[in-house]
């Protein structure tokens, strides 16, 4: 019997499986990494664990019966998402709605994206190690998710807007205990810069971590925080603005080099500006009605129809295609964390694994918004 | 009672006894040290993070841990299939062992002290050194990448931490020119060694943070990123056992500490009046030791394993050994 020469090994490689069962995939995502002792050669992210069909949901039920699924894609910013295709189909039918509605829907949809933020700072600082500034920044959260659940009635997956208004217009006691949370939030970022961005650790945590530039960013359509933080100032409240952004006085923030502290400082900074729209537009709340008279059933005419809000991870589109009865025919989300999760093929070679959970978490990704 | 402990000296003659009775004290210490430790450590957090902390079971919750005690003893054992089933087993009793060895020699009061060894800090060392070995046991012998990533960095870490660690003590040595636990309080009698040399204090702190793997040093068992290191696949006692290492360490780190730098069991100089036992000062200074170390765990986010070995090789071992060296030239001076 011939002795059969075995190959040496000479690969120093192995794969590691990071994830779906991980404390810091932040939900279900799955990173299949190829390291070379703690380098990673090679990253692929694999994505479907969360999977729900809502698209595919869409074509099988009204266009009044989706709008509980809109909130449920990016359960962070469900207010947004909810608004994004609430003003679509409202596009697509010709709706009209009361100046008082928009008003309130800018209001609720900053205030999410306040939460959501909120949230990515505290699990942020988690996968770097830190765990006090979590529960700093969830207790504001708290207080912010008590207003949200006064007027919508519930705390996570708003189904807050209605085609041609809002479901339940805001109170006094809303608008008193929003600028109340105002004011606490302003207070508290003397605490966020001193615990955290001041910290000698935190910052050689993040700087010249993870860096996307400008061609990384637009090669991979990413948007949102990781496009400003790679120094273009693309928002879609500026560059297509809907509602009534256009009346109220923002900036958008950018950072220069992309790296994780520039899209922790866009973020920080994108909370102040929220804050400064959600005064403006409580100042400027008009009176009246906060619902139009719509149809029983919406029926759109035939067509294409796309519409882009600014989520609180970057471009969310609706691109809805209308046969003229009361389903759309096909519905499709254009959303962000997709184009900005697929970005980490090309960002992890070369890192630590340490740096993996650090460039994760200032990607801030939502998985199931991700597989839909 | 006295028959007893007349025929227990017959047998075991007087040295031995005194070392069986001093090692089962020190088991009870080490347990009811991790109990409250456990539990100050949960309260503390929970107070740095607006929260409250335990407080349902027993007064301010202090019986918690004793009730976490139960749960962990009656979990199950589990073993994977793949490990290598000798050493998985033995990793925490190797991890555990020589912790409780260190508590020979520290003095905990005037008389208070196990077996007073003219070479008691050298033992010290010597045994909490075996730490690394088991911990590298435990992650090799699961066979789980996650385990071997934090075993691997846990061996870099300890070893490359321990240089300083003991080039800090060096200069202590020097100073009080003696390697006997109970001279070393003696000579600070008057004033403590941490006002003569606080930078090797602060060397020896930190060294012994990142010793104890404890934030910001806690890479080895980086939960983001490693899941829980070295010690994933262990559950029920064998978990609880890493962890009561763990704080025992806490325990040996903060002592070594009190003893070397804050004066021992010596009252501060200008409280010598009061009528209180050595044993409370000792456990006192012990103890406020730990809670800065709990404070910083609470403050600081986690290094990244190169930065760590950055800063120990390019700014702790070459600042402990300039402090080594000026010291030395100090000493030689005045004498």
């Given at each position: 019997?011939?002795?059969?020469?075995?190959?040496?090994?000479?690969?120093?490689?192995?794969?590691?499986?990071?994830?779906?069962?991980?404390?810091?995939?932040?939900?279900?995502?799955?990173?299949?990494?190829?390291?070379?002792?703690?380098?990673?050669?090679?990253?692929?992210?694999?994505?479907?664990?969360?999977?729900?069909?809502?698209?595919?949901?869409?074509?099988?039920?009204?266009?009044?019966?989706?709008?509980?699924?809109?909130?449920?894609?990016?359960?962070?910013?469900?207010?947004?998402?909810?608004?994004?295709?609430?003003?679509?189909?409202?596009?697509?039918?010709?709706?009209?709605?009361?100046?008082?509605?928009?008003?309130?829907?800018?209001?609720?949809?900053?205030?999410?994206?306040?939460?959501?933020?909120?949230?990515?700072?505290?699990?942020?600082?988690?996968?770097l190690g830190g765990?006090t500034?979590?529960?700093?920044?969830?207790?504001?959260?708290?207080?912010?998710?008590?207003?949200?659940?006064?007027?919508?009635?519930?705390?996570?997956?708003?189904?807050?807007?209605?085609?041609?208004?809002?479901?339940?217009?805001?109170?006094?006691?809303?608008?008193?205990?929003?600028?109340?949370?105002?004011?606490?939030?302003?207070?508290?970022?003397?605490?966020?810069?001193?615990l955290?961005?001041?910290n000698v650790i935190f910052?050689?945590?993040?700087?010249?971590?993870?860096?996307?530039?400008?061609?990384?960013?637009?090669?991979?359509?990413?948007?949102?925080?990781?496009?400003?933080?790679?120094?273009?100032?693309?928002?879609?409240?500026?560059?297509?603005?809907?509602?009534?952004?256009?009346?109220?006085?923002?900036?958008?923030?950018?950072?220069?080099?992309?790296?994780?502290?520039?899209?922790?400082?866009?973020?920080?900074?994108?909370?102040?500006?929220?804050?400064?729209?959600?005064?403006?537009?409580?100042?400027?709340?008009?009176?009246?009605?906060?619902?139009?008279?719509?149809?029983?059933?919406?029926?759109?005419?035939?067509?294409?129809?796309?519409?882009?809000?600014?989520?609180?991870?970057?471009?969310?589109?609706?691109?809805?295609?209308?046969?003229?009865?009361?389903?759309?025919?096909?519905?499709?989300?254009?959303?962000?964390?997709?184009?900005?999760?697929?970005?980490?093929?090309?960002?992890?070679?070369?890192?630590?694994?340490?740096?993996?959970?650090?460039?994760?978490?200032?990607?801030?990704?939502?998985?199931?918004?991700?597989?839909? | 009672?006295?028959?007893?402990?007349?025929?227990?000296?017959?047998?075991?003659?007087?040295?031995?006894?005194?070392?069986?009775?001093?090692?089962?004290?020190?088991?009870?210490?080490?347990?009811?040290?991790?109990?409250?430790?456990?539990?100050?450590?949960?309260?503390?957090?929970?107070?740095?993070?607006?929260?409250?902390?335990?407080?349902?079971?027993?007064?301010?919750?202090?019986?918690?841990?004793?009730?976490?005690?139960?749960?962990?003893?009656?979990?199950?054992?589990?073993?994977?299939?793949?490990?290598?089933?000798?050493?998985?087993?033995?990793?925490?009793?190797?991890?555990?062992?020589?912790?409780?060895?260190?508590?020979?020699?520290?003095?905990?009061?005037?008389?208070?002290?196990?077996?007073?060894?003219?070479?008691?800090?050298?033992?010290?060392?010597?045994?909490?050194?075996?730490?690394?070995?088991?911990?590298?046991?435990?992650?090799?012998?699961?066979?789980?990448?996650?385990?071997?990533?934090?075993?691997?960095?846990?061996?870099?870490?300890?070893?490359?931490?321990?240089?300083?660690?003991?080039?800090?003590?060096?200069?202590?040595?020097?100073?009080?020119?003696?390697?006997?636990?109970?001279?070393?309080?003696?000579?600070?009698?008057?004033?403590?060694?941490?006002?003569?040399?606080?930078?090797?204090?602060?060397?020896?702190?930190?060294?012994?943070?990142?010793?104890?793997?404890?934030a910001p040093?806690?890479?080895?068992?980086?939960?983001?990123?490693?899941?829980?290191?070295?010690?994933?696949?262990?559950?029920?006692?064998?978990?609880?056992?890493?962890?009561?290492?763990?704080?025992?360490?806490?325990?040996?780190?903060?002592?070594?500490?009190?003893?070397?730098?804050?004066?021992?069991?010596?009252?501060?100089?200008?409280?010598?009046?009061?009528?209180?036992?050595?044993?409370?000062?000792?456990?006192?200074?012990?103890?406020?030791?730990?809670?800065?170390?709990?404070?910083i765990r609470w403050t600081f986010p986690r290094l990244?394993?190169?930065?760590?070995?950055?800063?120990?090789?390019?700014?702790?071992?070459?600042?402990?050994?300039?402090?080594?060296?000026?010291?030395?030239?100090?000493?030689?001076?005045?004498?």
């Open positions: 019997m011939a002795t059969q020469m075995l190959e040496p090994i000479t690969e120093q490689t192995y794969y590691l499986n990071f994830g779906p069962q991980h404390p810091s995939t932040h939900g279900v995502l799955r990173l299949f990494l190829k390291l070379d002792g703690e380098y990673i050669v090679e990253a692929d992210p694999v994505i479907g664990y969360g999977h729900r069909g809502h698209e595919k949901m869409a074509e099988s039920h009204f266009y009044e019966q989706f709008l509980p699924n809109s909130s449920r894609m990016d359960y962070l910013s469900g207010l947004i998402y909810n608004h994004g295709y609430v003003a679509a189909v409202e596009k697509m039918a010709g709706l009209d709605v009361p100046p008082r509605a928009e008003y309130i829907r800018v209001i609720c949809a900053e205030l999410n994206r306040i939460s959501s933020h909120l949230l990515w700072f505290g699990t942020f600082i988690m996968d765990f500034p979590f529960l700093y920044c969830f207790d504001d959260r708290e207080n912010l998710l008590d207003i949200l659940d006064r007027v919508s009635g519930s705390r996570l997956t708003y189904s807050y807007c209605r085609f041609g208004g809002v479901a339940k217009d805001v109170d006094e006691e809303f608008i008193s205990a929003t600028r109340q949370f105002i004011e606490r939030l302003r207070s508290r970022w003397d605490d966020y810069h001193n955290v961005t001041k910052i050689h945590r993040a700087k010249d971590v993870g860096v996307i530039n400008r061609e990384l960013a637009l090669r991979f359509g990413c948007t949102g925080p990781i496009l400003r933080g790679a120094g273009v100032a693309y928002d879609v409240r500026k560059a297509e603005p809907y509602s009534v952004y256009p009346d109220l006085d923002f900036e958008i923030p950018t950072g220069t080099k992309g790296d994780a502290l520039d899209r922790y400082m866009v973020r920080l900074q994108e909370m102040e500006q929220s804050l400064r729209i959600i005064e403006q537009a409580l100042d400027g709340l008009p009176g009246g009605v906060v619902k139009a008279a719509v149809p029983h059933k919406v029926r759109p005419p035939k067509g294409d129809y796309y519409f882009a809000v600014e989520s609180a991870r970057g471009a969310l589109g609706f691109y809805i295609v209308s046969d003229g009865t009361s389903y759309p025919y096909r519905l499709k989300a254009r959303v962000p964390s997709y184009g900005n999760l697929q970005v980490l093929t090309d960002v992890l070679p070369g890192t630590l694994v340490a740096d993996t959970v650090s460039i994760l978490g200032s990607i801030d990704i939502v998985v199931p918004e991700v597989d839909r | 009672m006295a028959a007893a402990w007349n025929s227990l000296v017959n047998v075991l003659g007087p040295d031995l006894t005194r070392i069986v009775i001093g090692l089962v004290g020190v088991l009870g210490l080490v347990q009811i040290n991790a109990l409250f430790l456990v539990w100050l450590e949960r309260k503390v957090a929970a107070h740095i993070q607006l929260r409250i902390g335990p407080k349902e079971v027993g007064p301010f919750g202090i019986l918690q841990t004793i009730v976490d005690g139960v749960k962990l003893v009656s979990k199950e054992l589990i073993t994977p299939r793949h490990v290598d089933r000798k050493l998985y087993m033995l990793a925490p009793v190797a991890i555990f062992l020589p912790v409780l060895l260190s508590f020979v020699v520290i003095p905990f009061s005037e008389t208070l002290q196990i077996r007073d060894i003219n070479v008691g800090l050298l033992i010290i060392f010597a045994f909490s050194t075996f730490n690394v070995l088991a911990i590298l046991m435990g992650g090799w012998a699961s066979n789980n990448k996650y385990s071997l990533l934090g075993a691997v960095r846990s061996v870099a870490q300890n070893v490359a931490y321990e240089i300083p660690l003991l080039l800090s003590l060096l200069s202590v040595l020097l100073w009080c020119n003696s390697l006997q636990m109970s001279e070393i309080v003696e000579s600070q009698s008057r004033v403590w060694n941490v006002f003569w040399m606080p930078i090797a204090a602060l060397i020896y702190l930190i060294c012994a943070t990142a010793e104890t793997n404890r040093f806690d890479i080895p068992e980086a939960e983001s990123e490693l899941v829980a290191g070295f010690h994933t696949e262990y559950s029920g006692m064998r978990f609880a056992l890493f962890f009561l290492a763990e704080y025992s360490n806490m325990l040996i780190v903060a002592a070594v500490a009190t003893t070397l730098f804050f004066g021992g069991w010596k009252s501060p100089p200008f409280l010598g009046f009061l009528p209180v036992p050595g044993l409370v000062w000792f456990f006192l200074k012990t103890y406020a030791l730990i809670f800065g170390v709990i404070w990244r394993f190169d930065q760590l070995m950055n800063f120990c090789w390019k700014i702790m071992i070459p600042a402990a050994l300039l402090h080594l060296v000026v010291y030395a030239g100090i000493i030689k001076f005045i004498r």
